[in-house]
DNA sequence: AAGTTCACG
DNA sequence: ACGTACGTGAACTTT
């Protein structure tokens, strides 16, 4: 056996790593015993991130305690994975796993053991440490990471076990990105800081548990939110077809595009159009008037500022014939798009895509300070809307069509449920457009379009905490116009203010954090304690919606579902049953709150990509 | 590392 | 007293 010895919190720790058959006994019998006890911390080493590329590789599965740790080389194979395999599938010890999503998807892809049989034995301490503080350390919180979270409740001096082992890479030779697939299995450091890692999640473990019934937060919270990780580490390792024919000529089409626009504004003296320097004097010499400034004094050359040069409308690009358009302009912003949707989009698909041409991007159930989601890699959540042609890289499965169910106007429904917006709350219940209904009660029953557009954007205001310049802006209606239709706002549906100004008064009182209607805590910046009401209705939708992904996992939807995207939940049925299928998830997707219905629409084309549902057909 | 821009809800 | 649009991920340039 080989052994380490470290020193955590004034207790000194052991880490072992089996060598022999004789050792993995000792495991074993040490496993028992500890399984006898209480919860086995357990975390993987892996060779890198990407657990569905063919070259990927789990080295390590780490089993500990608060004092002692078990580092399994699954890299060996034989003895070393029957005994990991003997504890996770027959032992079946409560786990805690910090982050556990990655872990469970890791053992299930490597290990075949389904994370449905893992995950209703996992605590996740990363879950429980977010809603204690979901804030990173650069915004002022602990931090939701292992090392952060280790410095803070067990020992200042907790070893960075991944910025350590990084700077150990480089003095290999290795990078950061080499470095987990090429250092060497027997390299002391590595698997000190395997053990380390587990030891560290042991302990974190019951401190975080008090510290959560100290803060008193509802255990069903947290429930919840290990239900929510199961059923997104579910879609991640289900995955979307990807058209990898159709990224190509994509790929190719838009680089062509890209260069053919950058080519052009290279005739106008801009070298490189992301140069947002080369882009203002080139403009300045071409005789433009720039006002526009970014937050730090710099002339501001964004998408508005040019589609404005290059009398383009700023939605649709159409020609708005108000000026002659800037031939730059025109070929910066071109050029520019077409190298974003290449870079960011088409590449990535390609680049992630497995061997049965599959992308699984990796889904964060709790990333926001809301508790909103995110995707990333790629970032399935911000594909281009105004166009079919990157959606349309993406797949139902074969046999299938996409469907995609959206909650209707669900943050105004949210705002008028915790507010308690009486005349809000019964127009709709009656089932009326929110925003007619609110045009009605401000210009009366004559209003006009305009009329709607600005009450629907001071609904958005309300739920942002934007004020009348803001709203003008985005409206495009004049400033004396709006703060009219602020004041309006504000005495037919006066529960808003008072919302507002209870909830700022309720979170200064609880040192600066906001206690939403599940019982989560969210942290306000100082000087921005205003959006406390967008907080709680971002956070509330976010419930909303974690809510129908439960009811659609009771429903044995799961399987089919794809994406979680903000108030819209994105499907892949069986084309026979489509409807039925739209139907169920809008059932799912239909609950009351606070007395407000809260209802969603689920649309399909049935056709298999996805774009099918953005415009024309394909 | 900071700043800018752009894609989404 | 006043007024503040919210939350993300990603690429790229400049420093």
Not at 49 to 68: H, K, M, N
Not at 462 to 489: D, F, H
Request: proline fraction near 4%; charged fraction near 25%; include cysteine.
């Amino acid at each position: 056996m080989k052994t380490y010895r470290h020193e955590i919190a004034g207790d000194v720790v052991t880490v072992n790593i089996p060598q022999t058959y004789e050792d993995l006994d000792s495991f074993r019998a040490w496993a028992e015993w500890a399984a006898a006890r209480g919860p086995i911390a357990l975390d993987t080493e892996t060779t890198g991130l990407d657990i569905y590329s063919e070259t990927f590789g789990l080295r390590t599965v780490q089993f500990g305690d608060a004092f002692t740790a078990w580092v399994i080389h699954w890299e060996r194979g034989g003895y070393f994975q029957e005994f990991a395999l003997w504890l996770l599938r027959k032992l079946r010890p409560r786990l805690l796993i910090h982050n556990a999503s990655y872990d469970w998807l890791v053992l299930n892809q490597r290990a075949g053991i389904p994370l449905e049989d893992l995950a209703p034995l996992t605590r996740d301490t990363k879950i429980m440490a977010t809603l204690i503080d979901p804030r990173q350390p650069q915004e002022g919180g602990i931090g939701t990471g292992l090392k952060p979270l280790s410095g803070h409740w067990i020992d200042p001096s907790a070893p960075d076990t991944q910025g350590d082992l990084t700077a150990e890479f480089r003095s290999l030779g290795l990078t950061k990105e080499t470095g987990w697939r090429g250092i060497g299995l027997d390299h002391p450091t590595y698997n000190l800081y395997a053990g380390l890692d587990v030891i560290l999640t042991a302990r974190l473990y019951p401190i975080l548990f008090a510290e959560l019934s100290r803060l008193g937060v509802r255990p069903m919270l947290l429930d919840y939110e290990h239900e929510i990780a199961r059923i997104c580490a579910t879609m991640q390792r289900t995955g979307m077809v990807l058209d990898s024919d159709y990224c190509r000529k994509m790929d190719t089409r838009l680089s062509e595009e890209s260069e053919r626009y950058a080519r052009k504004a290279r005739r106008y003296g801009v070298e490189n159009v992301n140069s947002t320097a080369q882009i203002a004097e080139a403009l300045t010499a071409m005789g433009e008037e720039l006002t526009e400034r970014t937050d730090s004094g710099n002339v501001k050359v964004d998408k508005s500022v040019l589609l404005a040069l290059a009398d383009l409308d700023l939605h649709s690009w159409e020609p708005l014939g108000t000026r002659s358009p800037n031939p730059l302009a025109d070929a910066v912003v071109r050029s520019k798009r077409a190298g974003k949707w290449r870079k960011a989009y088409v590449q990535t698909f390609l680049e992630t895509v497995d061997t049965m041409g599959r992308v699984h991007p990796m889904l964060n159930p709790l990333q926001a300070r809301t508790g909103r989601m995110s995707i990333t890699r790629p970032a399935l959540q911000t594909l281009p809307s105004s166009d079919q042609m990157v959606r349309r890289a993406l797949l139902a499965d074969e046999g299938h069509v996409m469907v995609s169910c959206d909650f209707d106007a669900v943050e105004m429904r949210v705002l008028a449920a915790l507010a308690d917006v009486k005349r809000m709350k019964s127009a709709i219940t009656d089932g009326m457009d929110l925003h007619d209904f609110t045009a009605s009660l401000v210009y009366g029953p004559g209003f006009t379009k305009q009329h709607r557009k600005i009450c629907k954007g001071v609904g958005f205001g309300k739920v942002y905490g934007g004020g009348a310049q803001t709203i003008s802006r985005q409206t495009g209606a004049g400033l004396r116009e709006v703060q009219g239709a602020i004041a309006t706002y504000d005495r037919v549906y006066p529960e808003i203010k008072r919302f507002a100004s209870r909830q700022e008064r309720i979170a200064r009182g609880n040192g600066l954090v906001t206690v939403t209607l599940t019982g989560r805590r969210l942290p306000l910046d100082r000087h921005r304690a205003y959006a406390v009401t967008n907080y709680q209705v971002q956070s509330a939708a976010r419930d909303v919606l974690g809510q129908a992904l439960i009811n659609m996992d009771e429903k044995g939807l799961t399987p089919l579902l794809r994406l979680p995207i903000h108030d819209e939940v994105l499907a892949s049925v069986p084309a026979r049953e489509a409807d039925d299928y739209a139907r169920e998830i809008e059932r799912c997707m239909t609950m009351t709150l606070g007395g407000v219905p809260i209802t969603a629409g689920a649309e399909t084309k049935h056709l298999r990509s996805w774009g099918s549902l953005y415009g024309a057909d394909y």
